[in-house]
């Protein structure tokens, strides 16, 4: 089945890196793209005007997702560029510590960004997609989750739930021709992740970090019509350290 | 803004989508059970979101698990919006 001609993705946390990377992505695949941001309204606008002067479309959404109501902004998207059919939760922060000397602020957020909001969003989303009998969810997880990361037990904590709710919410949404997959990238090279040491770099198999293109490549596949019989799939985008 | 809710207009509603969803129109009554009609959980839940955006009903998880029959669905919808 192909996609609907006034077909939108919703990018959360799309100002830069990562986000920004994959928005573009899927600008040049066709996507009308709602650039979604919490503060950096520049980093943004910066991404609409790199699509838009690639020939596509695009519109920058401010929106907390981790503030636990999604409905004015998909609203918001509706009223302003289509339906949302393909979402991409990437929007994730880090607050990092030995889980001895983790408080539970550190522990909460990272949990309700980086999980509790991608399931609200996935909730919201999936009900127009259900409709259309289309739908792409593509979730930003990690490699570190599926193996560990001292300092980071929330974070972990929360990617590898993003992981186990991936591949259920595939298995009940799968026969309505709409598929949730997760990309779980390594070291990318990004403003998180740009104090890697050495001996990290050393420890990948490729021996480099990835770029946020590397990522972008992997979603935008997810999304695509020839994935439409992917679902409920991690695919690690990590030079290999998962191997 | 939400249409009224009458038995006989939910009823009509009910009836209306369940064919999307594979259902044999000559077999539905006020009486079937969803499990005979073949209609399992996903279906409800859109029937459910069908329900929502044309009464301003909402049907929870907890609901949809209760009703057996068509008979059930409807009556449910129209106690909640009573």
């Known amino acids: 089945m192909a996609r609907p001609d006034d077909a939108t993705a919703l990018v959360t946390g799309a100002s830069k890196g990562i986000g920004a990377a994959i928005a573009k992505a899927l600008a040049a695949d066709g996507w009308q793209v709602a650039v979604n941001y919490r503060s950096d309204e520049d980093g943004a606008k910066a991404t609409v005007k790199a699509i838009e002067e690639a020939g596509g479309t695009a519109k920058a959404f401010q929106s907390d997702v981790s503030n636990g109501a999604p409905d004015e902004l998909f609203k918001q998207i509706e009223d302003e560029l289509g339906p949302v059919i393909a979402l991409v939760n990437n929007a994730g922060v880090a607050a990092d510590g030995l889980a001895i000397q983790m408080d539970d602020d550190q522990w909460d957020t990272v949990i309700g960004t980086n999980l509790t909001a991608a399931f609200r969003l996935t909730r919201r989303a999936m009900r127009p997609m259900i409709k259309a009998r289309y739908g792409r969810i593509v979730n930003i997880a990690s490699v570190v989750g599926p193996r560990a990361n001292a300092g980071q037990s929330n974070y972990a904590a929360a990617k590898a739930g993003l992981i186990g709710m991936t591949k259920t919410v595939a298995a009940e949404v799968a026969r309505r021709g709409v598929t949730v997959n997760a990309v779980a990238p390594g070291f990318i090279e990004t403003d998180m992740t740009k104090d890697i040491p050495e001996a990290v770099i050393d420890a990948i198999p490729a021996r480099r970090v990835g770029a946020p293109d590397d990522v972008a490549a992997a979603v935008r596949f997810l999304a695509s019509d020839d994935a439409g019989y992917v679902t409920g799939t991690i695919l690690f985008v990590d030079g290999g350290m998962s191997a | ?82």
Not at chain 2, 69 to 80: K, P
């Open chain 2, 1 to 82: 803004m939400a249409a009224t809710v009458t038995p006989e207009a939910v009823e009509k509603t009910v009836v209306e989508a369940l064919p999307q969803f594979g259902v044999d129109e000559s077999q539905i009554s006020r009486d079937a059970t969803f499990e005979a009609l073949d209609v399992d959980s996903l279906d409800l839940a859109e029937l459910s979101q069908i329900i929502e955006d044309e009464y301003g009903v909402q049907l929870k998880g907890d609901d949809v698990g209760k009703i057996k029959t068509v008979g059930d669905a409807i009556d449910l919808v129209v106690s909640r919006a009573g």
